[in-house]
């Protein structure tokens, strides 16, 4: 049966489904819930698939890295030369082009914003501290760590829209082309946070053949989820180096990749892929600010995969861990707000996050009315730079953490939440002033 549209409810019926609602959501209120979807971390039998790389060095002796160097000692601050080539090749890019750094690519992205702040992209370019005005794009509905970046360097930050293909190209080259502050743009390509897009190949075209008019604009290329594919039939993204090889832009990409949700996350690899050009650049810095990262960590991750297909075939296990649990969000959505035009959801085919969007107007309130329910989730706001949704519709869930039964009981909280507040509104915006309604 065709359910209603809470557009097609009459006042009577709006008032009878709102007593209904309240009654139900002052129930679950009194039932004391903690629950936590706000959380994008990888669970605790994920994070046992890689607990192999704990032991797979066992004494010094196995320290050695294939050249003979003794990976426990100071040196080779690119990174171990096999975990170099793991990376590359898992990236389809050169060992020569791959950075290894420590556990955490939101270091290497802080390191490369805060080295061209300092001394700028390329030799004799102006370091970006020295201009009046620095800007970077940034897709929205994004990960708002990258924004907090941007804010705490004094980046003027400028949504852009995201729709199924990626962000709007047309309104990224209008702007990279006619204004010279705009020195970056941050893109999550596969299974954007939180959307789950995974830009086309048209989107990737697009950008590798961008032409800011700021020769130090870099596109921060974050493949964050570039394996983290939940369905056999996963969307693959283009390879942006291999368009902009041999081009005017082959020093436009900065990619960044981690192991972070592949082995474990607080005790990952990172990676910073980018041309020759740019690395040596970067370089000539890195190496004051450190000797080496943690190669006997990189060693590890080296020998507890082996190759690249090592890789993949670790993440089919992420993905029968993670598959139920995204599917439970949805089909919960769909049973319990499907076809009432209250909230519109993403169903990614892989990385960490679903996207709801709810009436304009509401996500605050769903996340408060969640909150006092007992549910936490990530904060509304949190997805649009400077944590302002012009919406307030947004709202980001992250299915990873729970187990499975809290689960359940958070979606069925969230859904509650999300037809309390969209009866409510729709009663506010009739005219009719409840008590009730001031009163949840
Ligand atoms: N990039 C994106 C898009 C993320 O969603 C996250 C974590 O949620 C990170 C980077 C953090 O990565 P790392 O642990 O390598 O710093």
Known sequence: ?????????????????????????????????????????????????????????RSG?????????DERNYGIISGVPEARTLIAKLCGVEAENVFLGGNASLELMYGAVARAMLFG????STPWCKLEKVKFLCPAPGYDRHFRICETFGIEMINIEIGENGPDMDTVEKLVAEDESIKG???????????GTVYSDETVRRFA??????????????????????YDDAPALLNIFDLTKGTENEDIVYMFMSTSKITHAGSGISAFITSGANMKHALSYLGTQIISYDKVNQLRHAKFFGDSDGILAHMKKHAAILRPRFEEVTEAFEKELGGRDIAAWTKPMGGYF?????????????????LDAGVKLTEAGATYPYGKDPKDANLRIAPSYPPLSELRRAAQVLCLCAKLSAVEKMLADSGISDTAVSNV
């Open 61 to 69: 002796d196995d320290c050695f890295d294939s050249l003979g160097t």
């Open 1 to 57: 049966m065709k359910r209603k549209s809470i557009n097609e409810m009459t006042r009577e019926e709006l008032a009878a489904e709102y007593s209904e609602l309240l009654a139900e959501y002052n129930k679950v209120k009194a039932e004391r819930l903690s629950l936590d979807m706000s959380r994008g971390k990888p669970c605790r039998e994920q994070l046992d698939l890689s607990d192999g790389i704990l032991t797979v060095l």
């Open 354 to 370: 679903i996207s709801l969007d709810m009436l304009a107007g509401s996500a605050k309130r769903v996340y408060s009315l969640c």
């Open 121 to 124: 992209v390329y030799p004799g």
């Open 209 to 230: 053949a961008l032409k800011p008019a700021a020769k130090d604009f870099r596109i921060f290329w974050d493949n964050a989820y570039m394996v983290h594919d939940l």
């Open 185 to 195: 743009i941050w893109c999550v390509p596969k299974y954007s946070n939180p959307t």
